[in-house]
C-alpha cells in the first residue's frame, strides 16, 4: 500500500495545518481490501508503477494534485495542499501532470473545455456574448491594448501562441489572467461582488478556459492572483455609460 493524500503531508511536515478527515492508500486491486472506516482504498495504476509502498514521494505528490485542478472536484482542498507543497520547495513534473490528466480523463465525469482553435464566430457561439465582437470590446475597456492581443498566433482571432506566452514578463502573465477574468466575470456574475466574482471566474479558468500553461500559472501563483487588482465592475460599468452619453 502506498500512503497519499493529507497524512502523507502530515507524515513529512507535521507543520502542515490541515486535519485529515481520513487516511487514502494506493493498492494495485481495491476489492481486496476489506472496508474501513476513515480508510480509502484507491486503484490508481500510475502511481503504484512508481511507487507501491511507503510513503508517497512529495514532488509526485504535488503532480498528482495539480492534475486534479481541472476537475472541479474537492478543489479547494487540493489548491491548499498545492500551496503548501510549492512553498515547502517542492516542483511538479510536467510529463507527469499530463499522464495523470490522460488517466483521468478516461475515468472522471467529462470537462467541456474551450477550444481556441478556430473562428471568432464561432468560438462566442453562445448564449453569454450578444455578438462575437463584444467581449473583444470590453477588453479594451480594461487595456487599449488587450493583453490576449499579444499572445494571439499569427493570423488567428482567437487561437493563442504558447511561444508568445513564454517570452512574457512575470507581471505581464499576471495581467493576462487577470484581465480575461475581468471580462469573463463582468459576463457571468454581474449581481455580485466583484471580488467574489474574480475569485469564481478564476476557478473556472482554471478548469474550463485557460489552455494548460496559462492554467498551471494561475495555480502556481494563485496566492497573487485570487483578488483582484482593481474594481474592473466599476472600470467597465463607468466606460458603457460614458460611451451612452
Same mark, same amino acid.
Given at each position: 500500500?502506498?500512503?497519499?493524500?493529507?497524512?502523507? $503531508?502530515?507524515?513529512?511536515?507535521?507543520?502542515?495545518?490541515?486535519?485529515?478527515?481520513?487516511?487514502?492508500?494506493?493498492?494495485?486491486?481495491?476489492? %481486496?481490501?476489506?472496508?474501513?472506516?476513515?480508510?480509502?482504498?484507491?486503484?490508481?495504476?500510475?502511481?503504484?508503477?512508481?511507487?507501491?509502498?511507503?510513503?508517497?514521494?512529495?514532488?509526485?505528490?504535488?503532480?498528482?494534485?495539480?492534475?486534479?485542478?481541472?476537475?472541479?472536484?474537492?478543489?479547494?482542498?487540493?489548491?491548499?495542499?498545492?500551496?503548501?507543497?510549492?512553498?515547502?520547495?517542492?516542483? &511538479?513534473?510536467?510529463?507527469?501532470?499530463? #499522464?495523470?490528466?490522460?488517466?483521468?480523463?478516461?475515468?472522471?465525469?467529462?470537462?467541456?473545455?474551450?477550444?481556441?482553435?478556430? !473562428? %471568432?464566430?464561432?468560438?462566442?457561439?453562445?448564449?453569454?456574448?450578444?455578438? !462575437?465582437?463584444?467581449?473583444?470590446?470590453?477588453?479594451?475597456? =480594461?487595456?487599449?491594448?488587450?493583453?490576449?492581443?499579444?499572445?494571439?498566433?499569427?493570423? !488567428?482571432?482567437?487561437?493563442?501562441?504558447?511561444?508568445?506566452?513564454?517570452?512574457?514578463?512575470?507581471?505581464?502573465?499576471?495581467?493576462?489572467?487577470?484581465?480575461?477574468?475581468?471580462?469573463?466575470?463582468?459576463?457571468?456574475?454581474?449581481?455580485?461582488? &466583484?471580488?467574489?466574482?474574480?475569485?469564481?471566474?478564476?476557478?473556472?479558468? $482554471? $478548469? %474550463?478556459?485557460?489552455?494548460?500553461?496559462?492554467?498551471?500559472?494561475?495555480? #502556481?501563483?494563485? =496566492?497573487?492572483?485570487?483578488?483582484?487588482?482593481?474594481?474592473?465592475?466599476?472600470? $467597465?460599468?463607468?466606460?458603457?455609460?460614458?460611451? %451612452?452619453?
Amino acid at each position: 500500500m502506498l500512503l497519499i493524500g493529507s497524512n502523507a $503531508i502530515k507524515h513529512f511536515y507535521p507543520d502542515f495545518s490541515r486535519t485529515p478527515h481520513d487516511t487514502d492508500y494506493i493498492v494495485e486491486d481495491s476489492s %481486496k481490501h476489506q472496508k474501513e472506516k476513515g480508510v480509502e482504498f484507491l486503484e490508481n495504476p500510475i502511481l503504484f508503477k512508481m511507487q507501491s509502498e511507503g510513503v508517497i514521494n512529495m514532488d509526485t505528490l504535488l503532480s498528482l494534485k495539480i492534475s486534479h485542478m481541472f476537475w472541479d472536484n474537492m478543489w479547494e482542498k487540493h489548491l491548499f495542499d498545492i500551496q503548501f507543497l510549492l512553498k515547502k520547495g517542492h516542483k &511538479y513534473d510536467l510529463n507527469l501532470v499530463n #499522464e495523470f490528466r490522460a488517466h483521468w480523463n478516461k475515468v472522471l465525469p467529462k470537462v467541456r473545455r474551450s477550444m481556441l482553435a478556430q !473562428s %471568432k464566430e464561432d468560438f462566442f457561439n453562445n448564449a453569454v456574448n450578444e455578438d !462575437s465582437n463584444e467581449h473583444d470590446f470590453l477588453h479594451t475597456l =480594461i487595456n487599449e491594448i488587450p493583453m490576449y492581443t499579444l499572445l494571439l498566433k499569427e493570423g !488567428s482571432e482567437v487561437e493563442l501562441d504558447e511561444n508568445n506566452w513564454h517570452g512574457m514578463s512575470f507581471e505581464q502573465k499576471c495581467e493576462v489572467v487577470r484581465e480575461e477574468t475581468y471580462v469573463m466575470a463582468w459576463e457571468r456574475y454581474k449581481d455580485i461582488d &466583484y471580488r467574489v466574482a474574480f475569485k469564481r471566474q478564476l476557478k473556472d479558468n $482554471i $478548469i %474550463k478556459h485557460f489552455p494548460q500553461y496559462i492554467a498551471l500559472f494561475a495555480i #502556481e501563483n494563485y =496566492i497573487k492572483l485570487e483578488r483582484p487588482a482593481i474594481n474592473y465592475k466599476n472600470v $467597465i460599468n463607468s466606460k458603457l455609460e460614458y460611451d %451612452k452619453v
